[in-house]
């Protein structure tokens, strides 16, 4: 069975930093694209960022560029999501998902799993 299990979302204030995690097992995970989603409440589930390994392929919303890097460890089967200068409006649950093959998407439709989510909540 495939499982993404995110971690290390809190609460912080206005300008600070996070950094998610999310453990992958069942899968080829040097195969697999990563990608992070969020969603705050009454709001449609937005993409955040995307990684993918050889090919390597990195991409990120225009929201979150500048700010927010993704990037992953392969020997641990991990992908990580480092939030820097942290607004309100990116109070939202995150949540990791994962895709077969190389090539990164924007859509949550072309992703395969997905996990239970972690909340951040930044206050101003």
């Known amino acids: 069975q495939v499982q993404l299990a995110e971690s290390g979302g809190g609460l912080v204030q206005a300008g600070g930093s996070l950094r998610l995690s999310c453990a992958a097992s069942g899968l080829t995970f040097s195969s697999s694209t990563m990608g992070w989603f969020r969603q705050a409440p009454g709001k449609e589930r937005e993409f955040v960022a995307a990684n993918s390994w050889n090919p390597g392929n990195t991409v990120y919303a225009e929201s979150v560029k500048g700010r927010f890097t993704i990037s992953r460890d392969n020997a641990k089967n991990t992908v990580y999501l480092q939030m820097n200068s942290l607004k309100p409006e990116d109070t939202a649950v995150y949540y990791c998902?994962?895709?077969?093959?190389?090539?990164?998407?924007?859509?949550?439709?072309?992703?395969?799993?997905w996990g239970q989510g972690t909340q951040v909540t930044v206050s101003s």
């Open positions: 998902a994962a895709r077969r093959g190389p090539s990164t998407r924007r859509s949550g439709n072309e992703y395969d799993n």
